[in-house]
């Protein structure tokens, strides 16, 4: 059987609050205020250290480089680096905000992964998310691919495919709407694909979200699942809730989370939930369906908390006990905690919870589970990959002082035009290659 890595990403040095993401109450709340990248990376290095710490398979993925100079000369910026970014910030400031986010920490956003258990041609399969809801996303997907491929490098052990077409009808949002489950007798699993947006190309009989834009779309989900070699056994489809997206569930992982044999899930996640239980009942005969009525966890605390942005992970294999993984301001909303107390009291495969600071991440709208991409991987596909990116003592130590030497500790949104940050992201970016061994993968690196 494969294990799964938690592979996380490291925060981006441009870490900042400019609320780009529309349809993400955190991420608009928060807004203009002052972040600190230094304390935002170190959070997540300690949440793998953490997580390392209790038993887990931890790995790494870099963040990319910000601001992004290559897009703003696709848009007709010309003139040396330090002239653009003076250009772009007298002229549209806004622009400059997209391209330098660092949205892309958020890896559960960066591909869908379908291992080589489930597919048809026995190898593990990589698609990098189009992202094209959102402009400063978007932009994400050729450096997360080269990223992706220097990994996983193998041809015979793992297959790349290209994003889908940057489209609306294909916008596709990556593992934050995708799940894996399996039988714990059984090696093989079933992917649940969550979408916003039916395959209609007229929406005038479908149910939409009126307020926010569903970001993810079945056509798109099903194309992901064919190119991923997915039977019919092995793929299941289910619309999220569009009232859900337009109280401000953007991704279906704000609002449900599974792991092995469980799914615990809020009941306005799903648009059709009996179906959906049907359905994964009828595949996995062993799941577990771990239901939060709204009248112990109003759907407002479920969102504000990031109470299913947790990491539902393994406690005790062989009694099949888990854990979850759960950031600090869900032990600080009463409805919450209380709800919580209880559930590990009750007979759920949910016994344990563990409180996590990922604040600086919260406030930009991502809690624990937007951080992580999961990987399974049989010992052969492990031992393929070259680069170091399995974090161990020495290279949490490592990683942890490549922090504190290059990121700063303030930033606010006129830092952003500062040449000297463009320099001081592109030194810290090329040496953490070096770090991690994965070549070149940054387009400073390559031109």
């Known amino acids: 059987?494969?294990?799964?890595?938690?592979?996380?990403?490291?925060?981006?040095?441009?870490?900042?609050?400019?609320?780009?993401?529309?349809?993400?109450?955190?991420?608009?709340?928060?807004?203009?205020?002052?972040s600190n990248p230094?304390?935002?990376?170190?959070?997540?290095?300690?949440?793998?250290?953490?997580?390392?710490s209790m038993g887990y398979l931890q790995a790494v993925l870099p963040p990319q480089e910000r601001p992004h100079i290559p897009t703003l000369k696709k848009l007709g910026f010309s003139g040396s680096d330090e002239q653009i970014l003076k250009t772009v910030m007298q002229q549209d400031p806004s622009l400059l905000a997209t391209v330098?986010?660092?949205?892309?920490?958020?890896?559960?956003?960066?591909?869908?992964?379908?291992?080589?258990?489930?597919?048809?041609?026995?190898?593990?399969?990589?698609?990098?998310?189009?992202?094209?809801?959102?402009?400063?996303?978007?932009?994400e997907t050729a450096t997360t691919k080269r990223i992706l491929q220097s990994i996983f490098s193998a041809p015979h052990l793992f297959e790349h495919h290209d994003p889908l077409p940057s489209i609306s009808q294909f916008g596709d949002e990556g593992a934050a709407n995708h799940t894996r489950f399996y039988n714990t007798d059984n090696a093989a699993?079933?992917?649940?694909?969550?979408?916003?947006?039916?395959?209609?190309?007229?929406?005038?009989?479908?149910?939409?979200?009126?307020?926010?834009?569903?970001?993810?779309?079945?056509?798109?989900?099903?194309?992901?699942?064919?190119?991923?070699?997915?039977?019919?056994?092995?793929?299941?489809?289910?619309?999220?809730?569009?009232?859900?997206?337009?109280?401000?569930?953007?991704h279906n992982d704000v609002i449900a989370?599974?792991?092995?044999?469980?799914?615990?899930?809020?009941?306005?996640?799903?648009?059709?939930?009996?179906k959906l239980m049907d359905d994964l009942r009828t595949r996995i005969p062993s799941i577990t369906l771990v239901k939060v009525p709204s009248t112990a966890v109003p759907l407002k605390d479920?969102?504000?908390?990031?109470?299913?942005?947790?990491?539902?992970?393994?406690?005790?294999?062989?009694?099949?006990?888990?854990?979850?993984?759960?950031?600090?301001e869900c032990m600080e909303n009463t409805n919450v905690k209380s709800y919580l107390d209880e559930l590990i009291q009750q007979e759920t495969p949910i016994q344990d919870v563990q409180f996590i600071n990922v604040r600086q991440s919260m406030k930009n709208g991502g809690g624990p589970a937007c951080l992580r991409l999961r990987v399974p991987l049989t010992?052969?596909?492990?031992?393929?990959?070259?680069?170091?990116?399995?974090?161990?003592?020495?290279?949490?130590?490592?990683?942890?002082?490549?922090?504190?030497?290059?990121?700063?500790?303030?930033?606010?949104?006129?830092?952003?035009?500062?040449?000297?940050?463009?320099?001081?992201?592109?030194?810290?970016?090329?040496e953490l290659t070096n770090i991690l061994k994965l070549g070149s993968v940054y387009d400073f690196q390559l031109s």
């Not at 070699?229 to 299941?236: D, F, G």
């Open 100 to 139: 330098s986010s660092a949205s892309a920490m958020w890896v559960a956003n960066a591909a869908t992964v379908s291992p080589s258990a489930d597919t048809t041609d026995h190898k593990t399969h990589f698609t990098p998310a189009n992202l094209v809801a959102m402009p400063h996303r978007s932009i």
């Open 189 to 250: 699993g079933v992917e649940l694909f969550v979408y916003g947006t039916p395959e209609l190309d007229s929406h005038a009989h479908t149910i939409q979200p009126r307020k926010f834009p569903a970001r993810q779309t079945l056509r798109a989900s099903q194309a992901v699942a064919r190119l991923h070699k997915l039977n019919s056994n092995t793929a299941v489809f289910a619309q999220q809730n569009p009232d859900a997206i337009d109280s401000g569930v953007f």
């Open 38 to 52: 230094r304390e935002a990376a170190l959070q997540g290095l300690e949440k793998m250290k953490t997580l390392s």
């Open 302 to 328: 479920a969102i504000t908390s990031y109470l299913f942005n947790t990491q539902l992970v393994n406690l005790n294999e062989e009694k099949g006990t888990m854990c979850l993984i759960a950031p600090m």
């Open 379 to 430: 010992d052969e596909e492990k031992q393929s990959i070259n680069a170091n990116v399995f974090l161990t003592d020495a290279l949490y130590s490592n990683l942890k002082a490549w922090i504190q030497r290059h990121y700063r500790d303030k930033l606010s949104f006129t830092d952003l035009g500062d040449p000297e940050l463009l320099k001081e992201c592109r030194t810290a970016l090329d």
């Open 257 to 274: 989370v599974g792991n092995r044999n469980c799914l615990f899930f809020h009941e306005e996640a799903f648009l059709n939930t009996s």
């Open 1 to 34: 059987m494969p294990q799964e890595y938690n592979v996380d990403g490291l925060v981006g040095p441009t870490h900042n609050f400019s609320g780009l993401s529309f349809g993400n109450i955190a991420s608009f709340k928060n807004a203009a205020d002052i």
